[in-house]
């Protein structure tokens, strides 16, 4: 078959997909994020650049992990299957889990359990009621389920050539292809046995290898493995130094994809990329109509101590230049999409009660 049949016959598998309801992807947990983007879809890449405490892992955690299994189980009629890869560099295994549970926990019981790796585990003056030992104990169930679904990748000697083979061992489990005369695979002849199954790599973070050219190297494998299996990535890179001292040389600046650290072969390759930043570090009290320094509760605790920003700097599928509002509390791994100024304005009591009871 000829290259111009080949993508004539994709272009109508796609479009068949459509008609058919297929090409949905999963959904979003953020509305507004949605507007923007299509959902969780097959054979994209999405890279996600923030500083340390800007919500960039929590965010991904998410909309790639949580949100897609919680879609799933409550969808049992839908086609699409999921397996996630999760290269963690840099939280210790047991404390990812344990953030996944104070999520999963924090959902289940209406926003009234809140937890955190140092709860759990009952660090310092930490002490656990029955109550929540009780909520752990109820959410093994989920733990087992995410176990299934998530293969969770750890350690400092992770490196492109390990990832490359974490790819080839996910394209030979969910394709078949052709082989040549010595009987090696062609993945340019790659074909999925379910059209159906999403193949997800997430890397938190790429700084963690260290190096430009392994950096550039991992984002051009994604780029391959994106065109060729349809398998879908969400990349976590760090800002460089000047962006986050910016407020140091002249006030406070948005992050634009140059302030990503390292390399930009990564913003290039990715079809979105979203950064995350919080206005309230750089100083300032008020930020797109949003008021920073208002109170939330008696614990001191102000907006701008929670409210984070998702600006979408890159959507080859969509609009760009869009900012997503939401609150975010990085010792319970947990994000919500917060009220606009407008909804602030008109029922500010309301709105500013809602936060408290979720994050204070």
Excluded at 148 to 166: H, R, W
Excluded at 222 to 246: A, D, G, W
């Amino acid at each position: 078959m000829s290259i111009n049949n080949d993508i004539k016959e994709k272009f109508k598998s796609q479009y068949k997909r459509g008609l058919e309801g297929l090409n949905k992807g999963i959904p979003i947990p953020l509305t507004k994020l949605s507007e923007y983007i299509c959902n969780i879809q097959q054979g994209t890449i999405t890279l996600v650049g923030g500083s340390t405490g800007s919500g960039k892992s929590t965010l991904i955690n998410e909309v790639a992990i949580s949100a897609p299994l919680q879609f799933l189980e409550d969808n049992p009629d839908r086609p699409e299957k999921y397996h996630c890869e999760y290269f963690n560099l840099e939280i210790q295994d047991v404390d990812v889990l344990a953030k996944f549970k104070a999520n999963y926990i924090f959902k289940e019981s209406q926003y009234q359990i809140k937890l955190s790796p140092t709860k759990i585990f009952q660090k310092g003056d930490f002490i656990l009621t029955d109550v929540e030992k009780d909520w752990i104990d109820r959410s093994d169930r989920y733990i087992d389920k995410l176990m299934d679904n998530v293969d969770f990748v750890a350690g400092e000697n992770v490196s492109p050539e390990f990832f490359y083979k974490k790819l080839w061992e996910c394209a030979k489990k969910y394709g078949t292809m052709e082989c040549d005369a010595d009987g090696k695979p062609l993945l340019h002849t790659w074909k999925a046995i379910d059209p159906n199954q999403y193949v997800v790599f997430i890397f938190d973070n790429l700084n963690n290898l260290n190096d430009k050219s392994k950096i550039d190297t991992l984002s051009s494998m994604c780029v391959t493995f994106r065109k060729l299996c349809n398998f879908t990535f969400f990349l976590i890179q760090q800002y460089n130094r000047s962006q986050e001292t910016n407020f140091n040389h002249g006030g406070f600046q948005e992050p634009v994809l140059s302030d990503l650290k390292e390399s930009g072969r990564t913003s290039d390759d990715a079809d979105t990329v979203i950064l995350t930043y919080s206005p309230a570090r750089f100083g300032i009290t008020e930020y797109l109509d949003y008021q920073l320094e208002e109170l939330l509760g008696n614990n001191g605790q102000n907006l701008g101590d929670i409210l984070r920003f998702a600006k979408i700097a890159k959507n080859r599928n969509g609009q760009d230049n869009k900012y997503i509002p939401y609150a975010f509390s990085g010792a319970r791994g947990i994000i919500k999409e917060l009220p606009s100024p407008f909804q602030f304005s008109t029922n500010h009591q309301g709105c500013k009660e809602n936060i408290i009871n979720l994050f204070c």
